[in-house]
């Protein structure tokens, strides 16, 4: 089909700062997937907005189905003398 083009993303586990700028305010435009309860398959990709009910990001993280992209600063940066 034309015009599709296939990405592969990296994911990792979430953690609450992934979700969270401080105590009170959601990350909002943080893309998040989840794993489905067989723990196989995601939903697809959702991104974090004013609709984003926060007790469902808390089951889903308590749960270990909460999945954020992998970015550049996970890496690990080796610095060169």
């Not at 034309?2 to 009170?24: P, T």
């Not at 997937?33 to 007790?55: C, F, Q, R, W, Y």
């Not at 992998?70 to 610095?79: E, F, N, R, W, Y």
Request: hydrophobic share 40%; aromatic share 4%.
């Amino acid at each position: 089909m034309e015009g599709i083009i296939s990405v592969k993303v990296s994911l990792r586990l979430a953690e609450v700062d992934d979700l969270k700028i401080n105590r009170n305010t959601l990350r909002y435009g943080q893309c998040y997937a989840v794993k489905n309860s067989d723990g196989l398959t995601l939903s697809g990709m959702h991104i974090i907005n004013e609709d984003t009910d926060p007790l469902e990001l808390k089951f889903f993280l308590d749960q270990k189905r909460l999945l954020v992209p992998v970015s550049c600063l996970d890496a690990t940066i080796k610095i060169l003398d």
